[in-house]
């Protein structure tokens, strides 16, 4: 079964902080992924990578930045944490043409 | 520009009865199609999907669904509700350049 984790699923930062979520996946896939998800906006890419140090711009990327040191860990940051950023953020890694996704990190920005 | 309608947004039935969720998408090539379901406060676990061939692909939880070309439809079938089915159901479709481009979801909620 594929495997897609995710550091925390429920964060509680504040105004200007900066935060990390961590996403890893056992599967070796190459292709890995960053979503918020809000109500009535559904979900939105922020960014994705297809290798190692590899990252690519989704949607929605401003007031992130992604790393992807290791195959299996790609991360979100979030510079500077604003109370806008308050979602759901869900990360996923690719094969085959399916996505897998993690179980969801529920980040509350105060 | 492709895109993926899901009409319903919440959608009421009573266990033990069939349950049909409609899913459209616009897109000029042959899609992949996928469902998704997300329980309250988790991620999303795929239940089925479509590349090519039958056109009625079986899936997990006894769920199935159908691609009709000429519809440019997905519909997502059970013939018998559970309570814990009650979750959201997305569709979503692989688009130009690989991406995922999801509907909008269908809440279902499930009456003892």
């Known amino acids: 079964d594929v495997k897609v984790t995710q550091s925390s699923r429920y964060l509680v930062k504040r105004t200007g902080e900066k935060v990390f979520l961590e996403c890893v996946q056992d599967?070796?896939?190459?292709?890995m992924f960053w979503y918020r998800q809000d109500p009535g906006l559904g979900l939105r890419l922020i960014y994705f990578?297809?290798?190692?140090?590899?990252?690519e711009k989704g949607d929605i990327p401003e007031g992130y930045s992604v790393s992807r040191e290791k195959k299996e860990r790609f991360s979100l940051i979030l510079e500077s944490a604003s109370t806008n950023q308050t979602s759901m953020y869900l990360c996923?890694?690719?094969?085959?043409?399916?996505?897998?996704f993690g179980p969801g990190t529920r980040l509350l920005v105060l | 520009a492709q895109s993926v309608t899901q009409p319903d947004i919440h959608i009421t039935v009573s266990e033990g009865a069939s349950l049909e969720l409609r899913c459209n998408y616009s897109?000029?090539?042959?899609?992949?199609l996928f469902w998704y379901v997300q329980s309250p406060g988790q991620g999303l676990q795929l239940l089925l999907k479509?590349?090519?061939?039958?056109?009625l692909v079986q899936g997990i939880k006894g769920f199935e669904a159908e691609f009709k070309r000429s519809q440019s439809s997905f519909n997502l079938r059970k013939p018998s509700v559970h309570w814990s089915d009650a979750a959201e159901y997305f569709c979503?479709?692989?688009?130009?350049?690989?991406?995922?481009?999801f509907g909008g979801g269908t809440r279902l909620m499930v009456k003892p």
């Open positions: 996923a890694s690719r094969t085959g043409g399916t996505q897998y």
């Open positions: 599967m070796d896939h190459e292709n």
């Open positions: 990578s297809y290798d190692v140090k590899m990252k």
């Open positions: 897109y000029g090539a042959t899609p992949y």
């Open positions: 479509y590349f090519s061939g039958d056109t």
């Open positions: 979503a479709v692989v688009t130009a350049g690989n991406m995922l481009t």
